[in-house]
């Protein structure tokens, strides 16, 4: 089995990662950071097993095609795939410079886009394959301070919604998920106890039972938040 993972290297992403390839997954891993990454290989290496790792600025589609094209090589066709990459840029939309939303818009929605395309025609093609997209409770309600990122990730579930419609027919599944507040590096500093948010091992978890499903059932959306935040 092989995934890819977009934004692998730290919370959501990274404890996917860790969960699939202690599954038994042969991984290619997506981020900015080349030292991150390489760490985070050296983390799992196992001999006879795979992970590629891809230095790649989401934002930019150039970078994201070149990167597609490198692991249609040495990967090809995969079984899951994990758009997790994301940016969060807080601010008020009406005062923001309209760079903010464009660079959420390219590294929330059109990294997606252009990856789950690519795999999505194999996977359709394959007749099997599992796209998971982590969207936010922002898509489904803005939250404060942050217009232009609840729009973009507003947009990424719709963007799951027609993957979902257009590859159902060929058995390939596709889920959203929408986190509450994770603890991930965007928390960094809080006061805020630990034990309040969603931890980054649960989403894993979550995506690891949806995997194990029946063939027949798919799951379209996972709302999960904190109990008590």
Request: net charge negative; proline share 3%.
């Amino acid at each position: 089995m092989k995934a890819v993972i977009t934004g692998a290297t730290k919370g959501i992403g990274r404890a996917i990662a860790i969960k699939l390839w202690k599954n038994g997954f042969d991984l290619a891993l997506v981020a900015r950071n080349v030292h991150e990454l390489e760490k985070l290989r050296e983390e799992l290496f196992l001999e006879g097993r795979t992970v590629l790792i891809y230095a790649v600025d989401c934002g930019v589609k150039e970078e994201v095609q070149k990167f597609l094209n490198a692991a249609e090589k040495e990967f090809d066709f995969i079984d899951v795939l994990v758009n997790n990459v994301g940016a969060f840029l807080p601010g008020s939309m009406l005062d923001e410079d309209d760079e903010a939303f464009e660079n959420q818009q390219r590294i929330n929605v059109n990294a997606g886009y252009y990856i789950s395309k690519f795999y999505g025609k194999k996977m359709r093609s394959e007749k099997r394959g599992h796209i998971f997209n982590i969207c936010s409770v922002a898509s489904i309600a803005p939250v404060k301070n942050g217009g232009s990122y609840s729009v973009t990730k507003a947009a990424m579930l719709s963007l799951n919604h027609v993957l979902r419609q257009e590859l159902a027919p060929h058995n390939v599944k596709v889920t959203a998920f929408l986190p509450g507040s994770t603890k991930t590096a965007s928390w960094e500093g809080t006061t805020i106890p630990n034990e309040k948010f969603v931890q980054p091992e649960d989403i894993a978890e979550t995506l690891f039972t949806i995997l194990n499903l029946s063939k027949g059932v798919n799951v379209d959306e996972v709302l999960i938040t904190p109990l008590d935040f």
